[in-house]
């Protein structure tokens, strides 16, 4: 396993985690990697099932939590790809691709992102998209197919989890910017997540599983997105959450 790099902005070495050789597929591809998630678990596992480089190709040299230790590690690394969060601490994961902009265009050496995230809205696809991200693929992934976008977004392919991509043509035919929601605005990016699971009907539990925070946090979030909305029930907040296609 590889010990990565985490907000101090010097590159680890990655070491193979095992001797088996080369998996099937594998052959000599190899890929650079920093991950960027503000959960430690997340990171760990994302580490563990597709960072073993001698089987699956792929060298994690960094980790970050947040925006700015993600910009500080990726621009001390260089890497050929970046998992890329979408909700993160210091302004999100499109925030990080602004401050990364120049990477991107680097026609020798181009940076190139991937988004991997527990959202499936639009306006989180197409928000990163339009930073620059080249995919955006769901926690649900396998590793496999993980494996295999990190390499297809490294040869300059964009990629996308099913029916995602959907959400960008919709995008960029449409000449018009999609409008303002004020009250959707009120809500951190957090708030959105959990706001998101309780409208598709996840328990306090589910959601705190899945997000990797406890069930009293996932209470708070809610008790702040019924005050900041008015609402006063989680069955309001599912009614609203679908009048406006979020869930």
Known sequence: MSDPTEANGTAGAAEPAGQDGPADGAGERRVRVVL???HRMFRTGVQAEIGRTEQTGVEVVGEAADVD????????TRPEVVLLDVHLPGGGGVEVLRRCAALMADTERPVRFLA???SDAAEDVIGVIRGGARGYVTK???GTDLV???FRVQEGDAVFSPRLAGFVLDAFASTD??????????LTQREREVL??????YAYKEIAKQLFISVKTVESHVSAVLRKLQLSNRHELTRWATARRLV
């Open 69 to 76: 230790q993600a910009v500080t590690v990726i621009t001390a």
């Open 36 to 38: 960027v998630d503000d």
């Open 177 to 186: 910017a999609p409008p303002v929601d004020e009250d959707l605005d009120r």
């Open 140 to 142: 649900t992934i396998t």
């Open 148 to 150: 295999d976008s990190v």
């Open 116 to 118: 991997l995230s527990v």
């Open 196 to 201: 998101r699971l309780i409208a598709r009907g």
